[in-house]
């Protein structure tokens, strides 16, 4: 089982400002099959980028993400007051599709 | 539109058993495969397996093995997950969710794009 841990696990930061949001695998994932999802209270995750690095369909576009080798990073490049909620990474190249534990970002 | 409906919130005693349905609608259901993930309040998503509603194929989380069984009916399109011998930890809001896929001329293979739908979950309680 590919387990992933994110970091930092709260992040506390103010609209404007880049957000950088951790994932770090346990193991290769195959075929870079690693997606980023953000989830607010009372909802479902919403799907920002898949494939490591792409962009799901009506993701702004200040959404980006990047991986090398077992480390993958989303990043937000200036946050809208819509963009705190909780970040989860998920591996689904192998099976079990593992989720990294979350990673909350929180208005300062 | 592309969505998945699920069934309403469920309140269960200890030991016994719950099976959510999840109908999908809007796309070809028997195209892409559904994956159930639970998320306990204040908890982090908890992946719990998928199913090929095609061939009915499923895989499920070391976790969950021998308790949880992914099964379809492709005529109406309905995806279940049941989940045997419940405790009081399994109370949780169950998601279904649809891993799309499809060729990509880019990568030139069949390609899997991430969960992109979700349902708007069950709430599961498991109370004595």
């Known amino acids: 089982e590919i387990v992933l841990t994110q970091s930092p696990g709260t992040l506390s930061l103010s609209p404007g400002e880049r957000a950088t949001l951790s994932c770090r695998a346990s193991q290769s994932v195959s075929s870079s099959y690693l997606a980023w999802y953000q989830q607010k209270p009372g909802q479902a995750p919403r799907l920002l980028v898949y494939?490591?690095?792409s962009r799901a369909t009506g993701i702004p576009d200040r959404f980006s993400g990047s991986e090398s080798g077992t480390d993958f990073t989303l990043t937000i490049s200036r946050l809208e007051p819509e963009d705190f909620a909780v970040y989860y990474c998920q591996q689904y190249g192998n099976s079990p599709y593992t989720f990294g534990q979350g990673t909350k970002l929180e208005i300062k | 539109q592309v969505q998945l409906v699920q069934s309403g919130a469920e309140v269960k005693k200890p030991g016994a058993s719950v099976k959510v349905s999840c109908k999908a609608s809007?796309?070809?259901?028997?195209?892409?495969?559904i994956n159930w993930v639970r998320q306990a309040t204040g908890e982090g998503l908890e992946w719990m397996g998928w199913?090929?509603?095609?061939?009915?194929?499923?895989g499920y989380a070391q976790k969950f093995q021998g308790r949880v069984t992914l099964t379809r009916d492709t005529s109406i399109s309905t995806a279940y997950m049941e989940l045997s011998s419940l405790r009081s930890e399994d109370t949780a809001v169950y998601y279904c969710a649809r891993l799309s896929s499809g060729w990509s001329s880019q990568a030139g293979y069949y390609y899997y794009y991430g969960v992109d739908v979700w349902g708007q979950g069950t709430t599961v309680t498991v109370s004595s």
């Open positions: 494939g490591a690095s």
């Open positions: 809007g796309y070809t259901f028997t195209s892409h495969h």
């Open positions: 199913m090929n509603p095609n061939s009915g194929n499923t």
